[in-house]
């Protein structure tokens, strides 16, 4: 998949990036309940991560968005932690490596912001995210960090930048 570019959120994007995370939830029977699918923002991403550090990317492809995912400060945590957030891609570009470019622009921009920690939650039927994280440095940690209110996601991971 070569004709693709990641890119910053823009405001017209919002409907395109619900519509993905939306589509990923009910393709992978993903719980709605305690997860980024009952997020108040969900609909209003660039407004959302149009916030001091913060940043939300999607990839494109053909004018479409195929991918996406974001790093903001973790609420209700020391400001030193920051969370990686709403990571999700359609069937059609999984497997090809843009997971992980993804995965090392929003660290990057993670640390460029200052933060020495990131913190995400995932599901446990999510083992090629997860296999993904743990290559990238994420570990397992035995307790949710914050206040996400993602109460149905009961995997959690934090990594050193």
Known sequence: ???????????????????????VFDELNIPKVGT????????LMFEEYNKPKSVYYVVEKAGKII??????????????ICELQKM???????GL???????AICLQSAKDFGFEKCYLETMPFMHDAQKLYKKVGFEY????????????CPVW?????
């Open 1 to 23: 998949m070569e004709d693709y570019s990641i890119r910053k959120i823009k405001k017209e994007d919002n409907q395109a990036v619900a519509q993905l995370i939306r589509a």
């Open 36 to 43: 980024a699918y009952e997020d108040p923002y969900l609909d």
């Open 67 to 80: 991918g996406s995912a974001g790093v903001a400060p973790l609420e209700n945590e020391v400001e030193t």
């Open 88 to 94: 999700y891609f359609l069937p059609e570009t999984r």
């Open 97 to 103: 490596g843009i997971g992980s470019k993804m995965m």
């Open 141 to 152: 940690i035995c307790s949710p960090m914050g206040s996400t209110g993602h109460t149905s």
């Open 157 to 161: 991971m934090l990594k050193d930048l």
